[in-house]
Every structure is written in structure tokens, then in C-alpha cells.
């Protein structure tokens, strides 16, 4: 008994030991100073600023110069109009010079036929048989004078015609010319518009990859990247609201002055319009009512891509539905007829339910 436990003892004493058990290491702890293991290095960091900034450069210009494209084909829109209306008053008035000229025209037949019926009537006869021929004589040179002068008259209004017709033509001209160079600027502002998004798209993941990197890291050189980065994007939040860009510069749905006063429980205004004359779009948007209105007789709501509703009322005519894209200044109703030289065309603005001031809002045409 004794033998085996020295034994056993001797063969515990002198067997080697068992490798000690291998712990995990505990995971590194990471503090807020601490850059997180897949963020890039502080060289890489350098490179992906320094092409946002970039990036974000292409952005400002683009904008900047989509704005301008936007802008000039603004005006030359405006400007076009005022043509078409003046081509428009051309061709009244040519339609009532032809109106005269056919009216000349049956003067001298009616001229031409007193003429004939003077010298070849009975009742000549007889004066010219007992050799009295003054009668006859005096009416025919009245009738002569009068023909030659309807001829006069008659050819100022064809000179008159050709000018008008010529000046129309040159109108016509114009106009063409404008509506190229209004779809030139068009084009030219989708392109920006493009370069705008394809810049974006490259943005997006670029800021994702900076997710998360410590600013501590940056350099003085990171620092003015980053600064110039913000400084753009938000500009270019600020643009997206709309609210700058467009306040005093909606198109008035009539050329006519604010009417003093304003209508009763509403918050617009009233423009003094001329019967007959043609109502505007103030912006380009969708239409989303044209049907009537109590107290407010057709009304037309539109509304705009920056988040306005322009909502026009008291006309008549419309020629746009719900559902209608329509352009800026684009013609869309009629004033209606009234006994008195002008119609109240009423305006009314907002943005939600925010109710805004049309004459912050519209252009100043007065």
C-alpha cells in the first residue's frame, strides 16, 4: 500500500505539466478619440475630401449657371410674349384694313355704276337732245371726283396693308428667332441640371465613406475642403426652398395694378384686368382644380414645383383641366366681359397652409 502510493506520487511529481489553457484577450476598448478599424487613413481621408470638395464645386457652378440659363429663358419667354401679343394686334388690324379695302371696293362698284347710269340713263337722254348738257355734265364730274378720291383712299389702305403684312412677317421672325434661343437656354439648363445629379450620385458614397472618421485627424488643408463642402451644400438647401428664388418673381396672372382694398374673408388680392384680355399661369406647375367657386365665379389652382399654390378666380373661359402641366405665363383663362373698362381678377397664394402676401410674391409690372 505504501509502495503504490510512492507511486503514484513519483509519476505526479515528474509528468510533465499540462500546457495551460489558452483565454481569449479581451477586445480592444475604443474611445471617442479612437478611429474606427475600417475607416480610411488620415492620407486617404485627404484624397476623398479633396474630391468632394471638387465635387461640390462642379454643384456651385452648376447651379450658378443653371439659374442664369433659367433666368434668360425667363425673360426671353416674357419677352416672346409681348411679341406674339403685338403680332396678335398686327393681325387685328390687318383684318380690318382688308375689311376696309373690301368696303372701298363695293363703293366704287356702287361709284362706278352711278357713272354708267348718268350718262347712259333715259332721263340724260332727253337733256342731251334739247342741248342742255349741264345737269349730266356737273353730276358726272361729281361722281368722277368722287371715284378718283375712293381710288386714292383705297390705295393708301393696300400700302397700309403691305406694311402691315411686312411688319408682321418681321414679327413673325422674331418670334421664331426668340422661341430658338428661349429652347437653346431650355437645354442648356437641363444639362446643369444633369451635371447636378450625376455630381450628387458621385457625392453620395463619398460621404458615406467619411461616416464615422474623427475631425481630429483633419489638417489645415481638410479643414478648408470641409468648410467650403458645407458652405456649398448649404446653399444649395437654401436654393432648394424656393423661397428666395422666387418671391417677387411670379408672373401677375394680368398686366393691371392691385385694386385697393381686399375681398371680403379672403386672403388675396384683386388685379384690375381688361375684359377679353388673356390670363397667365404666375409659374410653371400642375393644375389641380379648374371648377367653380362660390363668390369667386371659374376658379383655376395651380400648383408649383418650390411648394406654392397660386389660385386664381373671377375669369372665365379656361383653356387648361386638372392635370395639365403648364408653363410659366403660359395663357390659361379669359378676363370675363364686364359693363365697366376693367374686371377684378382674383389672387391668392400659399405654401400649406401658410397664406402668403401676393405682392411679395408677384412681379412688379406697375
Not at 505526479?12 to 474606427?36: G, I, N, Y
Not at 475607416?39 to 471638387?54: C, D, F, H, M
Request: glycine residues 6%; proline residues 5%.
Amino acid at each position: 500500500m505504501t509502495a503504490w502510493f510512492c507511486f503514484l506520487l513519483l509519476q505526479f511529481r515528474f509528468s510533465p505539466a499540462a500546457p495551460p489553457e489558452k483565454v481569449a484577450a479581451p477586445p480592444p476598448v475604443l474611445t471617442d478619440s479612437s478611429v474606427q478599424l475600417d475607416a480610411p487613413s488620415s492620407g486617404r481621408v485627404s484624397s476623398i475630401l479633396e474630391k468632394q470638395a471638387q465635387l461640390w464645386e462642379v454643384v456651385g457652378r452648376s447651379r450658378d449657371q443653371q439659374r442664369r440659363y433659367t433666368d434668360s429663358q425667363t425673360v426671353l419667354q416674357e419677352e416672346r410674349l409681348e411679341w406674339m401679343a403685338q403680332r396678335d394686334r398686327l393681325t387685328v388690324t390687318i383684318s380690318a384694313t382688308n375689311r376696309a379695302i373690301l368696303k372701298k371696293d363695293r363703293r366704287l362698284r356702287e361709284l362706278v355704276e352711278a357713272v354708267y347710269k348718268l350718262t347712259h340713263a333715259t332721263f340724260g337722254q332727253a337733256h342731251v337732245l334739247a342741248g342742255r348738257r349741264s345737269v349730266p355734265r356737273d353730276g358726272r364730274i361729281v361722281l368722277l371726283t368722287l371715284l378718283e378720291r375712293e381710288i386714292l383712299e383705297k390705295r393708301s389702305l393696300q400700302a397700309d396693308l403691305k406694311r402691315l403684312r411686312d411688319r408682321r412677317a418681321s414679327v413673325d421672325e422674331t418670334v421664331s428667332e426668340l422661341e430658338s434661343l428661349e429652347e437653346n437656354f431650355r437645354l442648356l439648363a437641363l444639362e446643369a441640371e444633369s451635371l447636378i445629379k450625376r455630381s450628387l450620385f458621385e457625392i453620395e458614397p463619398l460621404e458615406r465613406r467619411l461616416e464615422g472618421v474623427n475631425k481630429l485627424m483633419f489638417d489645415a488643408q481638410d479643414w478648408n475642403h470641409y468648410n467650403r463642402i458645407r458652405s456649398i451644400r448649404n446653399s444649395v438647401r437654401n436654393e432648394n426652398a424656393g423661397t428666395v428664388k422666387h418671391r417677387g418673381m411670379l408672373v401677375r396672372p394680368v398686366a393691371g395694378p392691385v385694386l385697393p382694398g381686399s375681398p371680403m374673408d379672403r386672403p388675396g388680392v384683386y388685379l384690375s384686368g381688361q375684359p377679353g384680355d388673356s390670363v397667365r399661369a404666375p409659374e410653371a406647375g400642375t393644375v389641380r382644380f379648374v371648377g367653380e367657386v362660390d363668390g369667386f365665379g371659374t376658379v383655376i389652382v395651380i400648383e408649383h414645383d418650390f411648394g406654392v399654390h397660386s389660385i386664381v378666380g373671377r375669369i372665365e373661359l379656361p383653356s387648361v383641366k386638372a392635370g395639365d402641366i403648364v408653363r410659366r405665363a403660359q395663357f390659361i383663362a379669359k378676363v370675363p366681359a364686364s359693363r365697366s373698362s376693367s374686371h377684378p381678377v382674383y389672387v391668392e397664394l400659399r405654401s400649406g397652409r401658410e397664406v402668403l402676401d401676393p405682392h411679395l410674391w408677384l412681379k412688379n409690372n406697375e
